[in-house]
């Protein structure tokens, strides 16, 4: 898949995370969430391949369900660089990082399967 489509679809998925889950502010700009993207994919580029090499063997154990927990807190880094949590909502922040994370995780997964179909059927 296109690397422009993955950062523009990440973008757009943290605009709307921002805009209707509870916990973040709701009155994000579509320039926070393109700084979100790229702050979102340098984290996965450069801390993702440290986190998913350390817990390789929990991993292993849990048969990949461990890989959430390292998106979550990947999600979370991102979250804390942007600044996209409002405190204020009275909303626990680990609860919506939770929904935010799964949301991402679930995107993340559609596009990954689109992409194979694609290739597989060229």
Do not use: C
């Amino acid at each position: 898949m296109s690397l422009l489509l993955r950062f523009l679809v990440n973008a757009l998925v943290l605009y709307l995370i921002a805009k209707y889950v509870p916990g973040f502010y709701h009155d994000i700009t579509v320039w926070t969430a393109i700084i979100a993207a790229i702050v979102f994919g340098l984290v996965n580029a450069l801390i993702g391949p440290i986190l998913r090499l350390i817990s390789l063997p929990i991993t292993w154990i849990t048969h990949g369900l461990f890989s959430f927990v390292i998106n979550y807190l990947l999600f979370v880094i991102t979250i804390r660089l942007v600044h996209m949590y409002d405190p204020s909502s009275g909303v626990n922040p680990w609860l919506a990082d939770l929904y935010g994370a799964i949301i991402m995780m679930i995107v993340s997964t559609i596009m990954q399967q689109g992409a194979k179909e694609r290739s597989a059927a060229a």
